[in-house]
Every structure is written in C-alpha cells, then in structure tokens.
T-cell receptor
Framework: EAQVTQNPRYLITVTGKKLTVTCSQN?????MSWYRQDPGLGLRQIYYSMNVEVTDKGDVPEGYKVSRKEKRNFPLILESPSPNQTSLYFC?????????????FGEGSRLTVL | GNSVTQMEGPVTLSEEAFLTINCTYT??????LFWYVQYPGEGLQLLLK?????DKGSNKGFEATYRKETTSFHLEKGSVQVSDSAVYFCALSGDDKIIFGKGTRLHILP
C-alpha cells in the first residue's frame, strides 16, 4: 500500500531535549516536505526537499533541521525544542516535485513541548 | 506573491443541504488549483484538482471550477452527508511553491 509513515504519532517532551520525527514514503517520490498545522494559521511549510541531498527552507524553518540522505526518508529534527514548537506536524511527498501540488500526507505527529 | 484566501469556518449545515466553500487566489502565471480534505485524526488527502482555466474538478460528489476571470475555485456539493464533516483546504501550485489556505471546518448535522 502506498503510504507516508510518520513516527511517533504522539510525543510529549520537555524544553531542550532533542527529538527526531521520522518520515518514510514507499512511492519512490522525489519531493518531500514538512508542515506544521496550528489553529487559525493553517498549514505552514517548514522545510522541503526536491531530491536526495537537496533541501530548502520553507516559511517557518527556525528551530528545525532536516536531512535527505535517502530518497524514502526525510526526518525532522528539533535540536532544542521550545514550547512554541508544540504543534501538529505533517510529512508529505510528491512524485514530480513541488509544482504538481498532488501531495500525499502522513497521518500527522502531535508534539507537545513542556 | 501567490496567496489563497478561503472562507472562515466553522460552517454548519444540515444533512442534504447544499454546500459552497469559497476560495479565491492571487497568483502570477497559471497555477494549478486543488482542494484537500482532512478527516478527524487523519492527514490531508487530495479531493479534486484543476490545472487550467475553465477546468472542473470533481470527486465524491464535490465539484470546483477554475475561474480565471474571478480568480476563484469554490467548492460545491449538492447534498452533504454527515460523513463529509472535515476540514477543507484550498491550495495552489505555482511557479515556486505549494500554498494552502487556512482551512474551513465543516460540520454536518444529522
């Protein structure tokens, strides 16, 4: 089954404790992206990757890191989480890059930073 | 720059009512337009799309027509069901990035 898998789905952590949210897709998609969803703000893009070893900042990259060492994986790293990073995070992928708009989304990871 | 504006919710309707969720856009060039739906506890999924002016996207009884003259892509459904309760996002894909509207929450009452 074609899917985007995120882990963990739920996480409660404390300020400053490094964490990684993993994202994996099994569709051989070139394009992958991370979004955060907050009430009243909709979806905001954090980082995206057009292909292996190619990553770019989205609208709200501060406090986040990403890497794309393999085509299928695109982990989101919070080196020193803060309470304002409490949010619902989505990973998404697309076959032919950002221009098509046809994104496949994971089920989301709800992160709480105390 | 490109932007998407959609009506604020929540929108509450009775089952079998007619639905319209407004979406307008600002873009350079010729973007593709999309509606995504997010059911409770799930990620977004593509509902329908249109890639050029006057195209009509349709799926699951929902329709939207790409209107270049009014820069709009309103979502419509003739008879909604309780199972349509979700958050709906309008989006555009242009020259540089994919942009989402803020989402409209829809509640359908039985």
């Amino acid at each position: 089954e074609a899917q985007v898998t995120q882990n963990p789905r739920y996480l409660i952590t404390v300020t400053g404790k490094k964490l990684t949210v993993t994202c994996s897709q099994n569709m051989n998609h070139e394009y992958m992206s991370w979004y955060r969803q907050d009430p009243g703000l909709g979806l905001r893009q954090i980082y995206y990757s057009m292909n292996v070893e190619v990553t770019d900042k989205g609208d709200v990259p501060e406090g986040y890191k990403v890497s794309r060492k393999e085509k299928r994986n695109f982990p989101l790293i919070l080196e020193s989480p803060s309470p304002n990073q409490t949010s619902l995070y989505f990973c998404a992928s697309s076959l032919r890059g950002k221009l098509t708009g046809e994104l496949f989304f994971g089920e989301g990871s709800r992160l709480t930073v105390l | 720059g490109n932007s998407v504006t959609q009506m604020e919710g929540p929108v509450t309707l009775s089952e079998e009512a007619f639905l319209t969720i407004n979406c307008t856009y600002t873009a350079t060039g010729y973007p593709s337009l999309f509606w995504y739906v997010q059911y409770p506890g799930e990620g977004l999924q593509l509902l329908l799309k249109a890639t050029k002016a006057d195209d009509k996207g349709s799926n699951k009884g929902f329709e939207a027509t790409y209107r270049k003259e009014t820069t709009s892509f309103h979502l419509e459904k003739g008879s909604v069901q309780v199972s349509d309760s979700a958050v709906y996002f309008c989006a555009l894909s242009g020259d540089d990035k994919i942009i989402f509207g803020k989402g409209t929450r829809l509640h359908i009452l039985p």
